[in-house]
């Protein structure tokens, strides 16, 4: 902060807290004026014939008032509030923070190492309350992209239903969530122009037995080797790229035509934020563990099955 902001701020505060014990001293004087004789307080105006008298604010208001001054020079003193004032005390937000940080590292701490020995698929099929600190920690930092029952959203995977851009393996699922990933799909629509594009989104909507007019097809197809690289000859997609595989009717940004072909027309950057330094190795393992689970049905679990 600088010192024209501390300085304005601690003036401000102090001078209230001067200005309110001053108007405390000042009206103790005058009431007591005028307290001597009954009579006397009694104050002049009248309307509808009543009036008033002018009686001492009772003492345990004025205490508390007091009390109050008191808390707040103390509480200035000891913490930081005014200005660049840090407190005799030496409290930090920061500090607390940190502190409760550690206190919870300390309690949970052997709780994750222990897990963390434990491989990912044996978590998934053995320790439902591994599994259920895994859901924990999605719903605190990835629900919000992924839906609370990682059902997904247009742009935002699934991560439910099998189908993986990267790859469902417990280590693929672990490098996603550690390192992040960002999904490169170019832009076409200057190479193709819009007959192009339409033609290729054509071509896309039959890889997955869609209908679709079998001339733009036939034309998208022969224009599809520039897309082969990434999402394979077959359309089945890349996992080393993220290219999603093409003809399962799955779709990442969402399967009506206009969509489809404007993915092909200004191209796709889908990022997976990574969360090395947010989570540390020992909590990805169980939010990994987490996801594999979703897919990977709990030995123990007798709802599933039949
Ligand atoms: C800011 C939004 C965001 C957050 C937060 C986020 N993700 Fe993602 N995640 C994405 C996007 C977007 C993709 C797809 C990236 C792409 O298009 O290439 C993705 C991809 C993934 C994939 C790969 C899916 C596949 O099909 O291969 C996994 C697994 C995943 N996320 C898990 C997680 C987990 C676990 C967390 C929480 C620790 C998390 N994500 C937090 C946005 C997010
Ligand atoms: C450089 C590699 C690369 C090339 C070349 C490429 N794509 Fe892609 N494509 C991707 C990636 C990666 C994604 C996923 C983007 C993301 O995760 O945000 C993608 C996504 C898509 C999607 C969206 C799928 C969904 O589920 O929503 C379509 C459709 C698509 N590509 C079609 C094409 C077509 C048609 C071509 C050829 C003109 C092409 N791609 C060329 C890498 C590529």
């Known amino acids: 902060m600088s010192n024209f902001w501390s300085w304005y701020i601690t003036i401000l505060s102090v001078g209230y807290i001067i200005a309110v014990l001053w108007l405390l001293l000042v009206t ?8 001597d004789s009954g009579e006397n307080n009694l104050m002049e105006h009248s309307y509808d014939g009543i009036q008033e008298y002018n009686n001492p604010m009772p003492s345990w208001w004025i205490k508390l008032f007091y009390i109050t001054i008191v808390f707040a020079v103390a509480y200035l003193v000891l913490y930081p509030g005014l200005g660049n004032w840090k407190g005799t005390l030496g409290w930090t937000s920061h500090n607390q923070h940190a502190e409760e940080v550690a206190a919870a590292e300390k309690v949970y701490g052997p709780l994750f190492k222990k897990y963390a020995a434990i491989s990912i698929p044996q978590l998934a099929s053995d320790h439902p309350e591994a599994i259920e600190m895994g859901k924990r920690i999605f719903l605190n930092n990835c629900a919000v992209c992924h839906g609370s029952d990682a059902g997904g959203a247009p742009g935002f995977p699934a991560l439910n239903d099998n189908d993986w851009l990267y790859g469902g393996a417990p280590e693929q699922i ?10 490169a ?10 007959d192009g594009v339409l033609q290729l989104a054509s071509y896309v909507e039959s890889l997955s037995g869609r209908p679709a007019d079998e001339k733009l097809v036939a034309e998208g197809k022969a224009k599809f080797m520039t897309c082969a690289g990434c999402h394979g000859m077959d359309g089945k997609g890349m996992q080393a790229l993220g290219a999603p595989n093409l003809t399962d009717n799955i779709w990442l940004y969402g ?9 092909i027309r200004d191209g796709r950057n889908g990022v997976m934020p990574s969360h090395k330094d947010l989570l540390g190795d020992d909590r990805i393992h169980l939010v990994a563990s987490y996801v594999y689970s979703l897919t990977h049905a709990a030995k ?7």
């Open 255 to 263: 399967g009506s035509p206009a969509v489809i072909a404007k993915t």
């Open 185 to 194: 799909m170019p832009a076409w629509g200057s190479t193709f122009g819009e």
């Open 28 to 35: 103790r004087q005058v009431k007591s004026d005028m307290t």
């Open 174 to 183: 672990v490098k996603t969530i550690t390192d992040g990933r960002n999904g």
């Open 300 to 306: 123990a679990d007798k709802t599933g099955g039949k």
